[in-house]
């Protein structure tokens, strides 16, 4: 304390250089809009699992994602699955439909599929945004704030400090705010006031966001779309699974499943390691998706094709796809039933074009078909 303190009886200011330390079990209220209703405890006590070594045990937690999610949400099992394959992918998924589809819920169960087993006072296992037109981008990632007990500056984690972020209604708040997700969902970091905090390695976001004709939506840009591995467009369930929600509408609420055993997030981890080291993926595979991408950029129907981080964000999720399949070999198939998934929000269309589903299946045809003609499978 300086003596011109001590005269006035203030505190000192603080120093710039001042650590920005993080805040343990912060208790000062958030913004209305940063909601973590239901985020699970941070400190869970659970046995540790044995690590995940070979495709065999990445099928068996494939199985049990599955097997909760279907109890919680009932048919969406094709949701289900890509959701799935996105997880083992290490890419993030874009629902959109409209309101009172089941996004939300279909988010909120796979978060309680996963139990923390490596508690951190700062990350928690489900954290939800619910995105506004008044949120700030620093309701996403955080703050600093002045302590005056300690007469020190602290970082306030925001909610993206998380395994798995549901971010709501994404496209009802600005491009500024969306743009705060940029640098968390390519490089699992974020900066604040000049300082970058690494995010925890399973970060999974699981975006909602509501149909453009609805009053009161922001488009994405495409730099943020481009973020996303899938688009998944959620249309009405059948007939038959819209009577068995109505029918089953107690039991979920008297919680329905919870006996079913989870997975960890070391073992999604584990999971996905062995899933890109042990699924094999041919020559011809990474030739067709490159002879797909050009075919794109070629097609005088499309004004912007598919770009090369597409194609490396395709590769994971072919492997992905394969396990679910359980199989250890990337094949025809897999190209053909995610290709519209990967690549459909990032192709422009030019004015009159043809369905974007017909304009992919054109583009996607030839080399599928000189596929069909090799051997995929490791020798």
Request: proline share 6%; net charge negative.
């Amino acid at each position: 304390m300086t003596t011109q303190d001590q005269a006035t009886g203030s505190s000192p200011a603080p120093s710039a250089d001042q650590d920005l330390d993080p805040i343990d079990n912060p208790t000062e209220p958030g913004r209305d809009a940063v909601r973590s209703d239901f985020e699970q405890s941070k400190h869970i006590t659970h046995t540790l699992a044995p690590p995940i070594t070979n495709l065999e045990e990445a099928y068996g937690a494939v199985q049990r994602v599955r097997d909760r999610l279907r109890v919680a949400i009932r048919g969406r099992d094709n949701e289900i699955e890509l959701i799935i394959i996105a997880l083992l992918a290490d890419g993030h998924v874009l629902l959109e439909d409209y309101p009172g589809s089941g996004k939300t819920t279909l988010a909120k169960a796979l978060g309680d599929c996963i139990i923390d087993d490596q508690p951190h006072d700062d990350i928690v296992t489900i954290r939800r945004i619910q995105f506004t037109p008044d949120l700030l981008p620093s309701d996403v990632t955080g703050t600093t704030i002045f302590d005056p007990n300690t007469n020190r500056f602290f970082f306030r984690p925001g909610p993206i400090f998380a395994h798995v972020v549901l971010a709501d209604e994404i496209n009802r708040t600005s491009p500024k705010v969306q743009s705060a997700l940029l640098e968390a969902m390519a490089e699992k970091q974020t900066t604040v006031d000049n300082r970058t905090r690494q995010l925890d390695e399973l970060f999974f976001v699981l975006a909602t966001q509501n149909p453009l004709d609805l009053a009161g939506t922001f488009p994405l840009p495409s730099a943020q779309l481009d973020r996303f591995l899938f688009k998944i467009i959620m249309k009405h369930i059948d007939r038959a699974s819209e009577l068995e929600v109505l029918a089953s509408i107690k039991s979920r609420r008297d919680g329905a499943g919870r006996e079913l055993p989870r997975v960890t997030r070391t073992e999604v981890i584990d999971a996905r390691r062995v899933v890109e080291g042990q699924v094999y993926v041919a020559n011809e595979i990474r030739e067709a998706l490159v002879d797909i991408a050009n075919a794109t950029r070629q097609h005088e129907q499309v004004l912007q094709g598919v770009s090369t981080r597409a194609l490396v964000l395709m590769i994971p999720a072919l492997q992905a796809r394969a396990v679910t399949q359980q199989r250890n070999y990337v094949n025809a198939d897999d190209i053909e039933a995610l290709s519209y998934l990967v690549f459909g929000h990032r192709l422009e269309l030019a004015p009159g074009a043809d369905s974007l589903g017909g304009v992919i299946k054109e583009c996607s045809a030839q080399a599928l078909e000189r596929l069909a003609r090799v051997t995929l499978h490791q020798k």
